[in-house]
């Protein structure tokens, strides 16, 4: 009788022990993996828009100097990127771009054409869920011929300036976003062989939308 009182309370006992060893023991959560932004990658996209500007030309000979004349047209071109988080909500960028370029002018003094304009810009925004507003800025170039009415031969010469914008995108699908940007471009000042040097500064606004991507 004894001995099995003796088994029954050390077994009383194993089963209290292991109970409060089971307590003891604490759930350790599993740590998530870092989420993952569509925005993160590069990208290759298309877009089109319009400028209107204004032709600057610096003429000692003309009593009217300088003198300004407004252009304006269409574009149509191809961009590409990168996109990268900065922190968990601000998003940076590097973006190039070319387009087709159909600005002109046509006036008594100058006929200005602009054959092709391109870029090359950062940007930096803050990602809201499925839009990202930003700021942008960098580096512009553009080929543009300019004809004196006067003269005969007309004179081609590439421009090389400045962009600064603001703009924004919106995700469609996962790998398909939209975006549109107004852009002020300064595209510096070159010296053109008309009937004497002309030096000439283009200079103008422009917005675009564009389809992008991602990948």
Known sequence: ??????????????????????????DTPVASAPAVSDW??????????????????????????????????????VQGGYNFHITDNIVGGFSTDIAFNNAEADEPSYALSIDW???ATARIGIEMGSVVPYVLGGISAASASIKDMSVAPADQQVH????????????????????????????????????????????????????????
């Open 40 to 77: 993160d990658g590069f990208y290759v996209g298309v877009f089109g828009g319009y400028a209107k500007g204004v032709l600057t030309t610096t003429d000692n000979l003309l009593p009217i100097s300088p003198y300004d004349e407004n252009y304006e047209g269409y574009l149509l071109g």
């Open 160 to 215: 090389a300036g400045y962009v600064l914008g603001v703009g924004g995108e919106v995700s469609l699908t996962e790998n398909v976003s939209a975006n549109v940007e107004y852009r002020y471009t300064n595209y510096g000042t070159k010296i053109y062989d008309l009937y004497n040097p002309t030096p000439a500064e283009l200079v103008d606004s422009s917005v675009r939308g564009g389809l992008n991507f991602r990948f």
């Open 117 to 119: 304009s391109g870029s």
């Open 1 to 26: 009788m004894i001995a099995k009182i003796a088994i029954a309370a050390a077994t009383v006992a194993g089963l209290s022990t292991a109970a409060t060893a089971a307590d003891l023991i604490v």
